[in-house]
């Protein structure tokens, strides 16, 4: 793992680096929302973990390793907006589980889980909902209780494709679903104030979405990224057509 330091024009300067010979297949990385560690999923000792390094939050030097073991093998987590709970997920193993966060020691209390296996998810900004992509082409919507985390059933919505990616817009207003392989689209429902779905656009063109394997919003939600896999390109977007 490697340190750098950003400089006033954007270029990076080697700083350090930790080796742990215990650490293998490594899935996730993030740091977290306190900035005072580095959260990693994978195998630690030769078992599934969540494994966090105490960091220094001025210099960034990682400091002791501590470990966390899971019941799966996750594949990624995401913290709640007010960065309480981390939310896990797998596509090997039907748990989707999330956890009360603990940045006193950096551990965590497991709090619940669904009996499901999730390709992708995201939580809206205001933290009110969560959205899960399972199956192949399905999405459930769930409302999230901002006091213990716990999810309730809302509706779902089939996509045309499978998902390869889902984000809802940092707004709160849209989710965006990448869907396909060979020719992807990208599926848009409106969302409800209750969190239900409202609305439906398609965009397809296979000239800039060539197996669009994941995407992102800048800060504020102005360009929508999209890294498409098969021609190793990143498309951008306007969002509301702009």
Known sequence: MFMSKINDNGTITYKSEVYDSLLSSIR??????????LY????????????????????????????????FSFDKFSFSPDARFMYLSTMSQ??????EMNYKSG???????????????????????????????????????????????????????????????????????????ATSNIEIFNLKNSGKFSGYFLYSNGSVLNY????DFTYGGRFLYVLCFNSYN?????????
């Open 28 to 37: 996730f990385i993030a740091v977290s929302p306190d900035n005072s560690y």
């Open 40 to 71: 990693i999923l994978g195998m630690y000792s030769g078992s599934s973990a969540l494994v966090l390094y105490k960091k220094d939050i001025e210099s960034g030097k990682l400091g002791s390793v501590r470990f966390q073991y899971l019941s």
């Open 94 to 99: 039907p748990s989707f589980q999330w956890y």
């Open 107 to 181: 551990y965590m209390t497991y709090r619940g889980s669904l009996g499901l296996m999730v390709n992708s998810f995201s939580i809206t900004n205001n933290g009110s909902f969560l959205y899960l992509s399972i199956g192949g082409n399905m999405i459930e919507a769930y409302e999230r209780n901002k006091d213990n985390g716990n999810l309730k059933y809302l509706t779902s919505v089939s996509t045309g494709m499978p998902i390869n990616s889902l984000f809802v817009s940092p707004d709160s207003s849209t989710l965006y679903a990448l869907t396909g392989a």
């Open 212 to 215: 669009g394997l994941t995407m």
């Open 234 to 242: 990143i498309s951008v977007f306007g969002l509301g057509g702009k």
